[in-house]
């Protein structure tokens, strides 16, 4: 079955450690999302990338890095620089980003926690 | 910036009954909208797609709308159930990126 998987489901890191969270798509989706969700509020996008190679920042880029080097994976490192990184994690992918009308699927999230 | 609003934040109704949930975005420069499920600690799952061009879409007893020249989309679910209850998204597609709301909790007491 086609879908997202991200690992692990849930994470615990020591404050000052760079983690590093595991978003894996065999959709053929040329675009990929990393939402925060944090309680009470709305998702808000950290990264996107619309195409192997090439990604942007969102609204809430900074203390985050991301690569895109295949079509199936977008993996998202959390680093010491972000200053409150304890929050719910989620991945998505859609066929094409841009001016389209695809609609956006995602993976059941990480959770990660920062002590 | 495209803004989306969701209103009520909560709402606990009995089993049975038909409710409606709204959604608000301040730019109607939008591509599509997408209304999506969320349970406890998951993901989400997404339950109906609205294209710009279209006014409405119904997947069971689900029934969305959207009216882009006053911002506004609401999610219609008819003859509610015990199953239902979940935090429901709504998310709009103005480009690059999808905006969302904060979600509407939803309690469907037996």
């Known amino acids: 079955d086609g879908g997202i998987t991200q690992s692990p489901k849930y994470l615990f890191r020591k404050e000052g450690q760079n983690v590093t969270l595991s978003c894996e798509q065999n959709?053929?989706?040329?675009?990929m999302y990393w939402y925060r969700q944090d309680p009470g509020q709305g998702l808000r996008l950290i990264y996107y990338s619309q195409i192997v190679n090439d990604f942007q920042k969102g609204d809430i880029a900074e203390g985050y890095s991301v690569s895109r080097e295949k079509k199936e994976s977008f993996p998202l490192t959390v680093t010491s620089a972000q200053k409150n990184p304890t929050a719910f994690y989620l991945c998505?992918?859609?066929?094409?980003?841009?001016?389209?009308?695809?609609?956006?699927?995602f993976g059941n999230g990480t959770r990660l926690t920062v002590t | 910036k495209q803004e989306v609003t969701q209103i009520p934040a909560a709402l606990s109704v009995p089993e049975g009954e038909n409710l409606v949930l709204n959604c608000s975005f301040t730019d109607s420069a939008i591509y599509n909208l997408q209304w999506f499920r969320q349970d406890p600690g998951k993901g989400l799952t997404s339950l109906l797609l609205?294209?710009?061009?279209?006014r409405e879409q119904t997947s069971g007893r689900l029934n969305a709308s959207l009216d882009k020249s006053s911002g506004r989309s609401t999610l219609y679910i008819a003859a509610s159930q015990p199953g239902d209850s979940a935090t429901y998204l709504c998310?709009?597609?103005?480009?690059?990126?999808?905006?969302f709301g904060a979600g509407t909790r939803l309690t469907v007491k037996p």
């Open positions: 609205i294209q710009s061009s279209q």
């Open positions: 998505a992918s859609r066929i094409s980003g841009g001016r389209s009308g695809s609609p956006l699927h």
């Open positions: 959709l053929n989706h040329d675009a």
């Open positions: 998310a709009v597609s103005g480009g690059n990126d999808m905006r």
